[in-house]
């Protein structure tokens, strides 16, 4: 099945559709967008400097047709999702957003209602376009780099005037092992501070619910859940977390989940490996200091 991928040069993200591609095609080709150095090989790999829909989604829809791929894989990212939607419609094509998963005999998976219930598809004749929702694909290994070709594209019909990057201090939440994260429970943004302390000991990140983060607590990039960032630590802390189906959703991959809480009937319990029912401000300065002592 002719594959092709569209996707920023981010090599982690690359490779989780990588990975994915190799399931229905075994060498992929790739669009590119934007500059840095493309990781990998590919059948064929091209390049555009746009990343908005609008302006590109003809000129991708031209290559897809005269190319005859029959699977397009973008990742369900802001980017991602901008383009797929406009794509499909120049190509008249079915989409499938935020997939979780590839079965045996190539059916494909999507979580429904807050992950609360799955459902399967099977591709009977493309093309067929899919979002890869991030960190449910273990990333293939990309090895040495692509020379790519420069795919031409009209004129724009969107000029982007700015983009404000958040700016974030220490590991990125997808991509940490260890992730600290506060709820509504913690009470304040100030209250913050020693969930940063106990993350800095583990080279971990701070995560926040939404109730957090509506509160004004912690910036949305900070969200986890459905609506925020999808992670797949191997240790997750909710604390202050009473476990939202939204914000259950976003840690269906941690391997290990700790929750603290003094709400013992509190959803985060149901997911948890672990739990401790009790007042965080006891509990987190204990946790602290066990990992002061064993450093």
């Excluded at 404000?164 to 501070?193: H, K, M, S, W, Y």
């Amino acid at each position: 099945m002719k594959t092709l991928i569209i996707e920023t040069a981010n090599p982690k993200i690359v490779g989780e559709l990588v990975a994915v591609g190799r399931l229905f095609s075994a060498t992929p080709d790739i669009v590119v967008l934007g500059p840095g150095e493309l990781s990998g090989s590919y059948g064929a790999a091209y390049r555009v400097a746009d990343t908005l829909g609008a302006n590109i989604g003809s000129a991708l829809a031209e290559l897809i047709r005269k190319e005859g791929y029959e699977l397009i894989l973008l990742s369900a990212t802001a980017i991602g999702a901008g383009i797929a939607g406009p794509l499909a419609v120049c190509l008249g094509a079915p989409i499938l957003s935020e997939v979780t998963g590839i079965g045996t005999d190539l059916s494909i998976e999507r979580s429904l209602y807050g992950s609360k219930a799955v459902a399967n598809y099977k591709l009977e004749a493309g093309p067929l376009v899919l979002t890869i929702k991030r960190k449910y694909f273990e990333a293939a290994v990309l090895e040495g780099s692509a020379t790519t070709i420069d795919l031409p594209v009209g004129p724009q019909r969107i000029t982007l005037l700015e983009e404000i990057e958040e700016e974030r201090q220490g590991v990125p939440l997808e991509d940490a092992e260890v992730i600290v994260t506060g709820g509504r429970g913690i009470g304040a943004a100030e209250n913050f501070a020693i969930l940063k302390e106990m993350a800095g000991l583990v080279n971990g990140a701070v995560g926040a619910s939404r109730g957090a983060v509506d509160e004004g607590w912690m910036p949305p990039g900070a969200q986890i859940g459905q609506t925020g960032k999808i992670v797949a630590p191997s240790v997750y802390f909710a604390v202050g977390v009473s476990g939202a189906s939204q914000h259950l959703a976003g840690i269906s991959n941690a391997k290990c989940v700790v929750a603290i809480n003094k709400d013992n009937e509190a959803n985060i319990y149901k997911r948890a490996r672990f739990g401790i029912v009790g007042d965080y401000k006891k509990v987190v300065p204990a946790l602290i200091k066990a990992l002061k002592e064993n450093a």
